[in-house]
């Protein structure tokens, strides 16, 4: 009985250690890139997410690893418009998807621009723009694998409740 329990102790404790490091060494490729380019947080989108996030997702064994930082919410209006003018990083994702996953089609991708406003859930549950005038936001910015549509980025997730323990966790941390 004990041999099983602490196998299975054991293998969880490896999975988790193995998840953290990725989300930990992704997260040290977004900062370095920010430091080597001299940009401030959260106007960062690193070059070729997807080959980083791909990585990550395999050490890690998440099916899905995305990026949002936290924006202030004075910020708001400067992160929408850099969101707008920053998202070849989702071109560049899908032909790098293209060429790696052997299921993925020129076809699979809906074409169209990101929302180009921050979007959130409202209080009756809808998806609404995000009002001006909030502390902070922490808009879907990078995803690995690269959307099939982008209708998920710039997606508020403080407004989605699982997500937010988590926001709010790493926010009293950093």
Do not use: C
Not at 4 to 14: A, E, K, L, P
Not at 27 to 53: C, D, K, Q, S, Y
Not at 125 to 148: I, K
């Amino acid at each position: 009985y004990y041999l099983f329990v602490n196998s299975v102790r054991d293998i969880t404790q490896f999975r988790v250690v193995n998840m953290f490091d990725a989300i930990q060494g992704l997260g040290e490729t977004l900062t370095a890139h920010a430091i080597n380019r001299n940009l401030t947080f959260p106007f960062v989108t690193l070059p070729m997410f997807e080959v980083a996030g791909q990585h990550a997702r395999t050490q890690s064994r998440n099916e899905l690893l995305s990026f949002a930082p936290f924006v202030g919410g004075d910020e708001k209006e400067a992160w929408e418009r850099y969101a707008l003018e920053n998202q070849g990083w989702i071109e560049q994702g899908r032909e790098i998807r293209l060429e790696s996953d052997q299921n993925a089609q020129v076809t699979s991708f809906v074409e169209g621009s990101i929302p180009t406003n921050i979007v959130e859930f409202t209080a009756s549950g809808d998806v609404g723009l995000a009002p001006p005038g909030r502390d902070s936001y922490s808009p879907v910015w990078q995803m690995s694998p690269v959307p099939f549509s982008t209708v998920s980025l710039n997606f508020n997730l403080q407004t989605f409740a699982p997500a937010k323990l988590v926001m709010d966790a790493v926010e009293i941390l950093k």
